[in-house]
């Protein structure tokens, strides 16, 4: 069975304060890793997708990266508008066009 | 930019009523993605549908029924609310084609039944 495991549950950080979130995954065989931002009371927004082991993307202050294992969030420098639940998802091969989410980090930055 | 829009951000409805929940995704998107989002158990996927009039259970089906009659609409429906189908529910939708398949999601509707 596939499995997403997301630490820590709650991250706080002050601002300026750079730090990495964790995504452990176990799947036969891995299509894709996708992280999201989901801000309060809001849909999922999608940030990166992750094809395969080494490989790296960035936006602004966020930084995915990704092993056979598992990937890192990192967020550089921190604002408090970087507040936020970030979910992690994989594709398994045999899963088709599904997938199985972690249950988040919600990180917390303060000024 | 895709963009997936529910039709209502909030909803309260009273138990036994019959609630539908409308997605609309304007990317001409294959696959469509009904979860329910609930504090601890994360996004359990309900159903999704991979074409017009194509459907197939997810995780938790029970209680549930979804309808596509259209590419681009995909109907969540409670038969008879209960106080337990309370929660967010989140469309998702993404283009099917490929291996690797990015899904995208709406805003959700934040349902609550009495």
């Known amino acids: 069975e596939d499995q997403v495991t997301q630490s820590p549950e709650a991250l706080r950080l002050q601002e300026g304060e750079s730090s990495s979130l964790n995504c452990s995954y176990t799947?036969?065989?891995?299509?894709?890793l996708f992280w999201y931002r989901q801000d309060p009371g809001k849909g999922p927004e999608f940030l990166f997708t992750?094809?395969?082991a080494g490989e790296e993307k960035e936006k602004e202050r966020l930084k995915a990266t990704l092993t056979k294992k598992e990937s890192f969030l990192h967020i550089t420098a921190p604002k408090p508008e970087d507040s936020a639940t970030y979910l992690c998802a994989v594709q398994a091969e045999n899963a088709g066009n599904m997938l199985t989410f972690g249950g988040g980090t919600r990180l917390m930055v303060k000024p | 930019d895709v963009k997936v829009t529910q039709s209502s951000r909030y909803l309260v409805k009273r138990t036994g009523e019959k609630v539908f929940l409308e997605c609309v995704q304007d990317m001409d998107h294959e696959n469509m993605f009904w979860y329910r989002q609930d504090p601890g158990l994360g996004l359990r996927l309900i159903y999704f549908?991979?074409?017009?009039?194509?459907?197939e259970k997810g995780d938790i089906p029970e209680g549930y029924s979804v309808s596509r009659e259209k590419k681009e609409r995909f109907s969540l429906i409670l038969e008879s609310a209960s106080t337990n189908q309370t929660s967010m529910y989140l469309c998702?939708?993404?283009?099917?084609?490929?291996?690797?398949?990015?899904?995208?999601f709406g805003p959700g509707t934040r349902l609550t039944v009495l």
């Open positions: 799947v036969s065989g891995l299509r894709g």
């Open positions: 549908s991979y074409d017009v009039k194509m459907k």
């Open positions: 998702a939708s993404s283009r099917g084609q490929g291996l690797t398949d990015t899904q995208y």
């Open positions: 992750l094809y395969s």
